[in-house]
Each structure stands twice: as C-alpha cells, then as structure tokens.
C-alpha cells in the first residue's frame, strides 16, 4: 500500500470513529429524550401533569429529592415514591443525499427512527428530627434511542444510536425556620453509550485511487462506552406568603472520560483490493472521549389560589454551550486523536399549570409549556433531529388514605422540524428535514409511614 493510500484510509478512519463516538455521545442529546436535546424531564408524574410547573417548589412530591433538596424540608413523614414514564418518540426523514461521486444515494427515509421506552424513578424521604431530613433517588436525567432502517439514505451518518445516563443522588435539607430551607445533593452518575452506521468503503477506495464507486461497498461501525461520574446541586425553598411558595434548584455538570472500544466490519472485497483496510487500519481498537453532560438551574413558583384551586410556573436553563468539541483519543496509533465542532447553544425552558382538586381524594392538573434546542443547523445530524419543542399535558391525582396516593400523566410533545445538511466522514452528503413528536404516558404510586 503506498503511503499516500494509507494516510488516505487513516483519514476516514479517524474521521468515521470520531463521527462514530460524537454521535453516539451527543445523540444523548437527541430523541427519546424528552426535554431539550438529550435532557429527560420525566422523573415526577405528579409534575408531568402540570407541565413541570412547580418542579422545586410544589408540595407532595418526593421527587424534589432531585429537583429541589431544600423542599424536603416541608415532609414530615417517611415517603416512599415510585414514577415510570413510557416515552414514545416518532422522527421520520424526508430529503435526499449524494455520495462523493456526485450521485444519488441510494436507500429509503429510515422509517420511524424513534423508539418506546420506559423511563423509572424511585425516591424515599425520611426525617431526621425537627429540622434535617434526608433523601435517596435513582433517576434518569438524560437518555435517548434511536434506530433507522437498514441500507436507508443516511446509513453514512447513522443507525442505532443509544445513549443512557443514570444519577444515584443522596440529598439533605435542613429547614432554617418556617419561611427558609435550604438542602444539598451528591449525585454519582453512570453514563454508557451505543453507535452504529456504516462504512462506505467504497468512497474510501475510490479516494485512494481504486476502481470502485462509493456506496459500492458498505461495511459497518460500531462504537461502545461507558464511564461513572460524580457532581452536586443544592437548592433553595421560601414562602414568602402562606399561599406562595419558591423554589431554586442547581445541577452541575458531571465530567466522563467515557472507555470502550471501536468495532468494523470489513468486506472481504475491501481487503483484497487494499489488504491495510481491515488490518492496520478500521480494526477493532480501545479509546476513550471526554463528556460532560450539561449543568441546569431551574426557578419555581407555586401560589394556592384557595382550597381547590393552585398554580405554578417554571423556568428552566441548561448551559449546553459546554458542548463546544469532543476530543477522541485512540489506542491503535496509526489514529491521532480528532476534534470535532459542534457548538451548542444554551436553551431555556417555561411552563405554567395548574392543580384543581375536586374533593380530597381526587385533583385534576394541566399545563404547558415550551422548551429550545441547543442544535444549529451547521452541526445537526440525523442522530440529533432536535427542534424547539412544545408541550401540552394533563393529569390526574387519587388519594385513597392518608398514607397511599396515585397519580396518573399524559403529555404530547410537538417538534419544529429539525433541518439537517450533514456530510459523513467519506463525503456523502445528506440533507432534508426531520418530522417529530412525542408522547407521554406516566403511572406513579407514594406511600406515607
């Protein structure tokens, strides 16, 4: 193999695995995740109901062992709560693509590229005297699926990608007096993401000077990992009134220095014409990428208008703009490590509710609300179709004893089309637009001891 032709293939190589981790890894930014790119908002049925209004500040709510620690300082007795959320997310394609050769892509739209999965949350609460109350959860902030069909026009860029976060959090508060609380969390998170997509060899042997077209020879990659990161939040609660209640949470950011490994198959064709392909090069090989899944800080209000009647606002900002690159580091060293852009923005959350209790054991609650994506179109792939969302909900509450309750939410999620015009690392290009929705379907159960 001549020289030319093997740093020819190490540079869509290098190019392919660092497409591969990034998206794999930034897909965690994109659907079956419900809020703004990756971000999953979905750990309180109770709060689904209404929107989210209120997250940090509502009463009854064992889930502000995550969304407001400082909160807790309103329970006066042990909670248990358990909340499931069934996501289902639809995304289908619609545009056309062109291979480096100039032609068409072959290949259909890659079907319904979304996914149904459940998302669980348990929490338990327990008082430590007058003022000190501490909490445990296991929830799951950020997560995403989703799988195109296979030989579809965007094969290059993407098939299955997975990406799965989940936060163990131990959380403490302590009620300064009957108008302040403040509260603190330690969350260890363990993070792993999927990849794969194909190869097209073909582009890659015809760039090095071989008699073959691109699309002609697909092969496929496939990229794993894993990693366990820690952070923190604390949280405020003041009530200002006895009708009013305000609260203010922060999240930090986790750092992950993901490790797993790059898988490929290799078309027996590909390594008779270049015996490097499938040897020194695209050959299974450990590697490592720094990620940092985002810090948010969220604002709640919650005013109860009379016996019957509350209602609640949130405001939401997560600072995806740390977002700027991912560094992929290889073992095999014919690979240097690749930076690859993509520059998100920072995005805002709203959402207003309400609470209408028709008699003690059973309330009615509603809200809306509107939610930014981070994505440009410069970066957008079809592994993050992500658009402005908007949301629409309703739930319902049934509290049969004062020591059980179920709640009950559903939500619908409209997507503004996500425009993308995308080349893969061997130069096929893609563009067009994604159509998506959502839909939400919660069930949760709090036992009071």
Same mark, same amino acid.
């Given at each position: ?7 020819? !293939? ?80 639809? @995304? ?84 300064? &007096? ?37 699309? !002609? ?23 200002? @009134? ?50 940092? @899944?985002?810090?948010?800080? !969220? ?32 073992? &095999? ?25 028709? &008699? ?40 049969? !004893? ?48």
């Amino acid at each position: 193999m001549k020289p030319s032709q093997l740093q020819f !293939s190490r540079y869509f190589l290098v190019r392919g695995l660092a497409a591969g981790v990034l998206c794999a890894l930034s897909a965690a930014y994109a659907q079956h995740a419900s809020a703004s790119a990756f971000q999953l908002k979905e750990n309180s049925v109770k709060a689904l109901g209404r929107a989210f209004a209120g997250s940090a500040a509502a009463p009854d709510d064992a889930a502000v062992v995550v969304n407001n620690p400082a909160a807790m300082g309103e329970v006066d007795r042990a909670i248990f709560q358990a909340d499931v959320t069934g996501v289902q997310f639809s @995304t289908e394609f619609s545009g056309q693509g062109r291979d480096a050769a100039g032609r068409p892509l072959s290949g259909g739209d890659g079907g319904n590229g979304g996914v149904t999965k459940p998302i669980p949350a348990l929490y338990y609460i327990k008082p430590l005297g007058e003022q000190w109350r501490l909490g445990v959860a296991v929830s799951a902030p950020f997560g995403f699926e989703t799988d195109y069909d296979q030989g579809w026009v965007g094969r290059y860029s993407a098939y299955k990608s997975m990406f799965q976060s989940i936060d163990l959090t131990v959380s403490t508060s302590y009620r300064i &007096n009957d108008n302040f609380s403040i509260g603190a969390s330690v969350v260890g998170q363990r993070t792993k993401a999927e990849l794969t997509q194909a190869i097209d060899f073909g582009a890659v042997l015809a760039g090095a000077g071989a008699p073959v077209l691109p699309q !002609s020879l697909d092969g496929r990659g496939k990229v794993v990992g894993d990693d366990w990161g820690w952070g923190w939040g604390i949280g405020l609660l003041w009530k200002p @009134t006895e009708a009013d209640r305000i609260g203010l949470n922060f999240h930090s950011q986790v750092t992950h220095q993901l490790s797993g490994t790059g898988s490929f198959q290799v078309p027996a064709a590909v390594t008779a014409i270049n015996p490097a392909l499938g040897s020194a090069v695209f050959v299974d090989t450990p590697g490592t990428a720094g990620f940092t @899944t985002p810090a948010n800080a !969220s604002a709640s209000w919650w005013h109860t208008v009379n016996d019957r009647l509350s209602i609640g606002a949130d405001v939401g900002y997560t600072r995806w703009s740390t977002f700027k690159n991912l560094v992929v580091d290889y073992a &095999n060293p014919l690979q240097p490590n690749t930076v690859e852009a993509f520059d998100w923005e920072d995005t805002w959350f709203g959402s207003i509710g309400m609470e209408y209790r028709f &008699n003690p054991a059973w309330v009615l609650r509603g809200g809306i609300a509107v939610d930014g994506s981070p994505t440009q179109l410069q970066t957008r792939t079809p592994r993050v179709p992500d658009g402005t969302r908007r949301w629409v909900t309703v739930g319902l509450g049934y509290t049969p !004893s004062d020591t059980l309750s179920f709640d009950f939410g559903y939500g619908h999620i409209f997507v503004n089309d996500a425009h993308v015009d995308t080349t893969a690392a061997t130069r096929d290009r893609l563009t067009g637009a994604f159509d998506s929705s959502g839909n939400l379907l919660g069930a949760s159960a709090q036992f009071r001891f």
